[in-house]
């Protein structure tokens, strides 16, 4: 109704809707030097990521993602040029996700960037998805790759430690005073990392993924793994009073994932569980309807992977490990087989390595 | 429905009331070093204010606030102890003002606060009061004292140059490592400018002459002060395509104001016009309707003050002095004799000196 250029926005739901819907609001705030730095992020991606982590959030109770306002501390050392491609990173996110940009407040700040978005979306009445509603038998799936965002940051600080932003030929001739820059895409690409910098750039919320999965009624909990599955994981757990067993073996890990983690020699599973960003869904479905809404889904092109199942609590996170397996002593003189268990930590997701 | 706690806030219009709302939105931040700094504000006051300053958007609409979204980035060398504080300016401003805060962000800052709220507010359907309903004729009208916290920041920047802050008792002892103190109340109350402190730091927006008037459906357009009337007016002139005329002797002015604006040496109109975060209403409202709505703000305990006219446009702004009328030609022969009139500056209000 009324956007930019008054004391406040005023919105209503668009006509034609139910009038039977609620409002979901989310905050999600950006800081230079904590959640990111010149070089890990150009302008453009901050702003995109600033409003995917809110649309995130929305798509995480099932809701449709519908205004934003925004919130940018700029440094004052800025030129305009780079104040617009913030805000061209924003408003291409916006279009993506049929978001409307309808206010925003602009102040400077001393030194560093500071982006607050605020998104509000709309669920129908009653139908928000929370946490806390996951039952023994459920079905746990993701809507997508964990791990990816984190192993682009990790390839990413070690490109502007090793100075490959530095030698890109884009900034050939940049003057000595200006910021560090941004590591360029082209460098990704020639390294074979550059799926996971974008995964880590430019998040990709599972919004229509939520809808579809909301409108089966199926759905018993749902979280976007904002902090690493293993933390997200927890949430749930906790907060439906019940334990998750998460199994290696169908954790879906992206070819690029697997290929830079066995290059640089680390664990895989450490970013899949731990990493954190890569704003997938996780929740739990009514066990006779996973199959449909994986085939549901698989029929729009978009993808769900069961990876494991609620029993009764206490709250708890294990994972069922990939090795041979053993036999486990159930009671007096009774045996199982079955593959390793092990805890999943609680720990979260610590943003960006300083 | 929902608050803090799940990836979004759930909240829905209280039942009882008529769907026929429409939501408003808005965002404020506040940047320490560029809005204030650890010895003008306590971090309490930080709380109430940047709350204050998006609820005042809404009274500016003539809408009542009920939520709250509030992101925080928070120095890393905070104690524990601040954050509560400053929590706690938040939420006694929430209560008074009957705001939910239904949500939040909390991140870390490598050096300086930053508060961003995002406030929800509600009106009835078709209700909300702009910017640019101004008619030739209106009466235009403030809810409250101009110039107040711009006084009150003038005093509060020269008692922490003077180390009024440091001479404080409540400092006796503390760590040279401290951050500065903040200038205590008790320093402003012995200097007679308490009023205008409190002015700067718990800035009292007019919901309740905002729903008033807006109940009467006479008032034509509404702004809050938060940039200096002279800033507002010309946005309402503009907005509306008219002239304002302020008349010098309507303009509301507090003792305490006049006061330090004597002992100082500063002319009190250029804080009245020009100061900035009073907080207050400037708006205009149908001229046969300008005293009823006075007489019944009156009746509730409420300022509400007249303070000029509107002609038709070209836009424009300007000030009727108090000086001797003095006669003005307007035609051959014809003369007439009037207050000198002189052109008020678009100019904004620089919040901070630094």
Redesign the interface.
């Known amino acids: 109704?009324?956007g930019i250029g008054?004391?406040?926005?005023?919105?209503?739901v668009p006509p034609g809707e139910s009038?039977a819907l609620?409002?979901?609001?989310?905050?999600?705030?950006?800081?230079?030097?904590?959640?990111f730095n010149a070089a890990t992020m150009a302008e453009a991606d901050v702003g995109w990521k600033s409003l995917a982590a809110n649309v995130s959030?929305?798509a995480?109770?099932g809701?449709v993602p519908r205004?934003a306002?925004?919130?940018v501390?700029v440094p004052q050392a800025w030129e305009p040029a780079r104040m617009r491609r913030l805000y061209d990173g924003l408003y291409a996110c916006a279009e993506h996700y049929g978001v409307a940009i309808?206010?925003?407040?602009t102040?400077?700040?001393?030194?560093?960037l500071?982006v607050?978005v605020?998104v509000?979306?709309t669920?129908e009445?009653g139908k928000?998805i929370?946490?806390a509603g996951a039952q023994p038998g459920d079905a746990v799936f993701v809507t997508g790759p964990l791990g990816m965002a984190a192993a682009g940051l990790h390839w990413l600080l070690a490109a502007a430690a090793n100075g490959s932003a530095a030698a890109s030929p884009q900034q050939a001739g940049g003057a000595a005073s200006s910021p560090p820059p941004c590591v360029p895409l082209a460098a990704a690409e020639a390294a074979g990392t550059a799926a996971l910098v974008q995964a880590h750039r430019r998040p990709a919320p599972s919004v229509r993924a939520a809808r579809m999965l909301a409108a089966r009624g199926t759905v018993t909990s749902?979280?976007?793994v904002s902090d690493g599955l293993a933390s997200e994981a927890w949430e749930i757990a906790e907060a439906s009073g019940v334990s998750l067993a998460l199994r290696e073996s169908q954790l879906p890990r992206s070819g690029s994932l697997a290929a830079y983690a066995h290059r640089v020699q680390v664990e895989p599973l450490e970013w899949m569980l731990y990493g954190g960003e890569d704003y997938v869904l996780l929740g739990t479905i009514t066990p006779s309807d996973a199959l449909a809404a994986k085939a549901e889904l698989a029929a729009a092109g978009l993808p769900m992977f069961i990876i494991g199942e609620v029993s009764a609590g206490p709250a708890g996170v294990t994972l069922i490990r990939d090795a041979e397996p053993q036999k486990r002593r159930v009671g007096v003189g009774q045996f199982t087989t079955e593959h390793p268990r092990e805890p999943i930590a609680k720990r979260g997701y610590n943003h960006f390595a300083q």
Chains 1, 2 share one sequence.
């Not at 905050?27 to 230079?32: A, F, K, P, Q, S």
């Open positions: 109704m009324v008054d004391d406040t926005a005023v919105v209503e009038g609620q409002w979901l609001l989310a905050v999600d705030t950006m800081v230079e030097t904590v959640h959030d929305i995480a109770m809701g205004h306002l925004v919130s501390s309808v206010g925003g407040d102040t400077s700040s001393p030194l560093h500071v607050a605020t509000m979306g669920v009445a928000a929370r946490r749902l979280n976007d």
